[in-house]
């Protein structure tokens, strides 16, 4: 997706292409944001949509953590 949702002035990714930036599957990714260890938003359709931000820093936190 990578496309500023309209009202909220940031790039956002959907579940699917976030779950891959992490390296994790589109349920865990579902898992995380209803844990609300990332924050999501939904659109007019119900879908999560994350902001690119949150998932590179989440994504940058989970390799710090492996090293």
């Known amino acids: 997706m990578n496309a500023p949702y309209e009202h909220l002035n940031y ?3 959907s579940t699917g292409e976030a779950a891959h930036e992490l ?3 589109s349920s865990t990714m579902r ?3 209803r844990a609300g260890r990332i924050a ?3 659109d007019h359709n ?3 949509l994350f902001g690119q931000g ?3 820093a989440l994504r940058d936190a989970m390799q710090g953590e492996n090293r």
């Open 23 to 25: 390296g994790i599957s």
């Open 31 to 33: 898992r995380w944001a």
């Open 46 to 48: 119900g879908w999560r």
């Open 11 to 13: 790039f956002v990714m």
């Open 40 to 42: 999501c938003v939904t």
């Open 54 to 56: 949150n998932v590179y």
